[in-house]
């Protein structure tokens, strides 16, 4: 069966390039689709407090007769969870929910700069590192400059950088930031939720040339420039596509004409990091 690769973090650990999210999915429901996932072959599964999903991913993984050094899971710690004690206890809920002793990768959901807790919550994010707790850590939604005062505060450079990237949303700045300080860049929504993105002519002709499907070409597109990419769906037929996206090598062509659609701050969907504020 064909497998991912696995992209190395600055800490040595290594992560499945492609993984599966579970944005949005009910617990009951996170259940079925991530078996089918594992089925598929995924191995590396993306969820976070906020999703309500922790317990049914756990059970998905108790149920699916793999170890657990086989399979990589992420989840996040919530904004409301922000602080060093706090994301302590709130990292022991969710490594509750989950089942599991330790964890691959432990994130901060979103910097909120106005809440400004972000560097106590990272040293707590190092404590656990350093208790063996969780394997890596690393941040999501972040902007260049509070990356660089959680470095500068604690010397600890995280391993990823979780953000909202697709090809109408290319980020090429920040990935070049994430890369320049040895952080890979993990794209979320990574499909443009399934919207517009897939019926856009420049993708959907590539698709064609490739005999793939649209979402095949941006998964595709994701891997061929570096990134982490970790498309969902609860159709499992859909489920095995995206999979199977590992198969689809794109012309240097195809790359350039992908990376061309990016719309700027227009193409973005979800909050900006920079201001973001929510609980
Ligand atoms: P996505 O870009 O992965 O799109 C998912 C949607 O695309 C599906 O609901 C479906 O409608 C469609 N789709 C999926 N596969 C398809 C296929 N083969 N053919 C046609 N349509 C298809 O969107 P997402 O769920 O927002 O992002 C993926 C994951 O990223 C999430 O599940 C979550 O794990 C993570 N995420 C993280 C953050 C964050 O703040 N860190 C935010 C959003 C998402």
Do not use: C
């Amino acid at each position: 069966m064909t497998s991912s690769p696995n992209l190395t973090f600055n800490d040595g650990n290594t992560i499945p390039q492609l993984g599966y999210g579970v944005w949005q999915v009910e617990d009951d429901v996170a259940e079925k689709v991530v078996s089918q996932a594992f089925k598929a072959g995924f191995r590396h599964i993306d969820t976070a407090k906020i999703y309500g999903n922790e317990a049914g991913v756990g059970r998905a993984i108790a149920s699916s007769g793999l170890d657990h050094k086989d399979i990589f899971i992420t989840t996040k710690l919530w904004n409301a969870d922000q602080g060093y004690e706090s994301t302590l206890a709130a990292f022991e809920a969710s490594m509750e929910r989950l089942g599991l002793e330790t964890l691959d990768l432990y994130l901060i959901h979103w910097m909120q700069p106005k809440q400004n807790k972000y560097v106590d919550t990272w040293k707590a994010l190092i404590e656990l590192q350093k208790q063996g707790r969780v394997k890596s850590i690393g941040v999501s939604n972040f902007t260049k400059e509070g990356l660089q005062e959680i470095i500068d505060a604690t010397g600890v450079v995280p391993a990823i950088h979780q953000i909202e990237l697709h090809p109408f949303f290319n980020q090429s700045e920040l990935r070049e930031f994430n890369a320049s300080k040895g952080i890979l860049t993990q794209a979320w929504s990574p499909l443009g939720q399934g919207g517009e993105l897939l019926s856009n002519d420049v993708v959907t002709n590539i698709a064609e040339k490739h005999n793939a499907t649209a979402a095949q070409v941006v998964i595709a597109w994701h891997l061929a420039i570096g990134n982490v990419v970790i498309p969902k769906s609860v159709t499992e037929s859909r489920i095995q596509e995206n999979f199977a996206a590992l198969n689809v090598t794109l012309d240097a062509e195809d790359i350039e004409a992908i990376t061309a659609l990016d719309k700027g701050a227009e193409g973005r969907i979800g909050a900006d990091p920079a201001v973001s504020d929510f609980q």
